[in-house]
């Protein structure tokens, strides 16, 4: 079974979004992207169940990195912690397959993001080998994009990895949060 490189998650994810002021990373695991996007100056926030991702994991991602990033723990499906309209994008990478609720969760970013703030989801795609590996189950492209749709966003751009089920997707967030 092939993987994804963790080290092509975070360029695509600096190239999608480098544009940006601020990012909250949800699912963020052992803080690796939120240490990228502080790399490049960018304040960066992450959050993850789990109690140790944040904690212990994170304080080594962000040893060598400037002070730009943190990550704590919350649950995607309620960021209740975090102000409404306050970052300039949100991050899902490999996470959304792990959501109960999905669509919720994918509500609840698009309340803590600004006004055309964007949502990046990075995971895998139906037939991969995880499915069968590990009993997970993973959406299709056209789900994770009508899922997208559903709370409230504009998918921009899809770009599936070739060789791989995996996929990328950009979207905008064409409404504020209801």
Request: aromatic fraction near 6%; glycine fraction near 8%.
């Amino acid at each position: 079974m092939s993987d994804v490189d963790q080290d092509l998650i975070n360029n695509t994810a600096i190239g999608l979004l480098r544009r940006v002021g601020s990012v909250l990373d949800v699912g963020c695991g052992d803080g690796s992207l939120v240490a990228h996007f502080s790399r490049f100056g960018i304040h960066a926030v992450g959050v993850d169940t789990s109690p140790r991702a944040p904690a212990i994991k994170t304080r080594q991602a962000m040893a060598r990195v400037p002070r730009t990033g943190s990550c704590e723990k919350a649950d995607a499906h309620d960021l209740s912690g975090i102000e409404s309209e306050s970052f300039d994008a949100v991050t899902m990478v490999r996470t959304l397959h792990e959501l109960s609720d999905p669509v919720r969760a994918l509500k609840e970013a698009r309340r803590v993001l600004k006004k055309g703030g964007l949502l990046l989801i990075a995971d895998f795609l139906r037939g991969h080998a995880g499915e069968r590996m590990w009993g997970e189950r993973y959406s299709s492209l056209d789900e994770i994009v009508e899922m997208a749709s559903r709370a409230g966003f504009e998918v921009v751009l899809t770009r599936r990895l070739p060789g791989e089920q995996f996929a990328f997707v950009l979207a905008k967030s064409t409404q504020t949060y209801d």
